[in-house]
Every structure is written in structure tokens, then in C-alpha cells.
T-cell receptor, first 114, second 112 residues
Framework: EAEVAQSPRYKITEKSQAVAFWCDPI?????LYWYRQILGQGPELLVQ????????DSQLPKDRFSAERLKGVDSTLKIQPAELGDSAMYLC????????????FGPGTRLTVT | GDSVTQMEGPVTLSEEAFLTINCTYT??????LFWYVQYPGEGLQLLLK?????DKGSNKGFEATYRKETTSFHLEKDSVQVSDSAVYFC???????????FGTGTRLLVSP
């Protein structure tokens, strides 16, 4: 069964350092999502792509976060510089297109900022 | 704005007990409603969905009915198993592009 791949699974970094996460969606899925899940809370959408274009990044802290999906396939989410409050699970999801209800989630990257 | 409210956990049950996890929502228009489940160490999986009022979503013995009059989508199961232990998230898509809005999650612990 096709899955969404994410790496790394775990990342520990010091504050003020740069960190990057990678996501490879299910093959053929045009829509890709990055969510942040703070411990004890539900996931919150950071950015949504349709192919290589950003559809929604209204909740992305653009002073320190950036996301790209250059060829419309895999995607990278970067934080620079990391802050203590960025400690969370970062989830990637994909769906076949913008109007498809079901989103398929990867296992996530757990980030700890020290 | 659009939001989802879930009962706080953990919910602790014995195997074969009846399960209810409450979920209510606030949304403009007519949202689609979902339950996602997150097993330990795994990503979120769609458990069931309902896209219009009075629809009943069901999967793996779990059910939830879209109640527009009470803005609710409570999750139920007649007889839980130890393997159902997980975190359950209620969520909605308010409309337009498919932006999921999640509740805070409810942890279910089932003991033998």
C-alpha cells in the first residue's frame, strides 16, 4: 500500500539553528499539506500545495518558516532559526487533488528544540 | 471561526465496553465531518466521514452521525477492543479547498 514518507522521524536541535524536514507524498497526489501538532493539541495546517503552487500559507510563520515543492512532487519544510516553541510533531499529508476529502498522513517528524 | 470541541481524555474502558467520544463543531455553512485515529507511533488515519446532515459514517465497528441540529458528530462503538487504544481526532472541512480543522484529540485506553 502506498504511503507518505517523511524524514527524519526524530530531530533534536539547539535553538537558533536551522532544521529541515522532508516529505514524499503518495505517487500521483497533487495536493500536499504540512501540519504542526503541538503536544496535547490537534494538528494545525501550516501550508498547502497544489502541485508546486502554494494554495494556503496563512498560518505559516513566514519570518522563520519556509516551504517548497519545486517539482510538484516531494517537499521540504525549513525552520531558521529554530525556537523553543517550535518543538512539536510535523506532519505531512497528501491527497489526490484539492477536492478530495481523504488526506493520507505520514508518520511525522518529532522536533525537539533545546 | 471554524472549530471543533472534543471531550477531554483519557477515556479508560474495559474490553467489550460501550464507547462514546463527544464532538461538537462550529462552522459557517455546511461542513464535512471526520474522525481520524492515531495509533501509537503511526500517522493519522481516516476512520470515518460524513458529508451532509443525517449521514452516518461507519468503519471497523465505529459509527458517527452528522447531527446538524445539535452541531455534533459523536463517535460510538458497541464493544471496544484493546487494539482500539489510540488517540481519536474529530475534524471538519468547512468548505472550499480541503483544509482540515482538528479538535484536540481524545486518548482511549482499553484494558483487557
Amino acid at each position: 500500500e502506498a504511503e507518505v514518507a517523511q524524514s527524519p522521524r526524530y530531530k533534536i536541535t539547539e535553538k537558533s539553528q536551522a532544521v529541515a524536514f522532508w516529505c514524499d507524498p503518495i505517487s500521483g497526489h497533487a495536493t500536499l499539506y504540512w501540519y504542526r501538532q503541538i503536544l496535547g493539541q490537534g494538528p494545525e495546517l501550516l501550508v498547502q500545495f497544489q502541485d508546486e503552487s502554494v494554495v494556503d500559507d496563512s498560518q505559516l510563520p513566514k519570518d522563520r518558516f519556509s516551504a517548497e515543492r519545486l517539482k510538484g512532487v516531494d517537499s521540504t519544510l525549513k525552520i531558521q532559526p529554530a525556537e523553543l516553541g517550535d518543538s512539536a510533531m510535523y506532519l505531512c499529508a497528501s491527497s489526490s487533488d484539492l477536492w478530495e476529502y481523504e488526506q493520507y498522513f505520514g508518520p511525522g517528524t518529532r522536533l525537539t528544540v533545546t | 471561526g471554524d472549530s471543533v470541541t472534543q471531550m477531554e481524555g483519557p477515556v479508560t474502558l474495559s474490553e467489550e465496553a460501550f464507547l462514546t467520544i463527544n464532538c461538537t463543531y462550529t462552522a459557517t455553512g455546511y461542513p464535512s465531518l471526520f474522525w481520524y485515529v492515531q495509533y501509537p507511533g503511526e500517522g493519522l488515519q481516516l476512520l470515518l466521514k460524513a458529508t451532509k446532515a443525517d449521514d452516518k459514517g461507519s468503519n471497523k465497528g465505529f459509527e458517527a452521525t452528522y447531527r446538524k441540529e445539535t452541531t455534533s458528530f459523536h463517535l460510538e462503538k458497541d464493544s471496544v477492543q484493546v487494539s482500539d487504544s489510540a488517540v481519536y481526532f474529530c475534524a471538519l472541512i468547512p468548505g472550499g479547498f480541503q483544509k482540515l480543522v482538528f479538535g484536540t484529540g481524545t486518548r482511549l485506553l482499553v484494558s483487557p
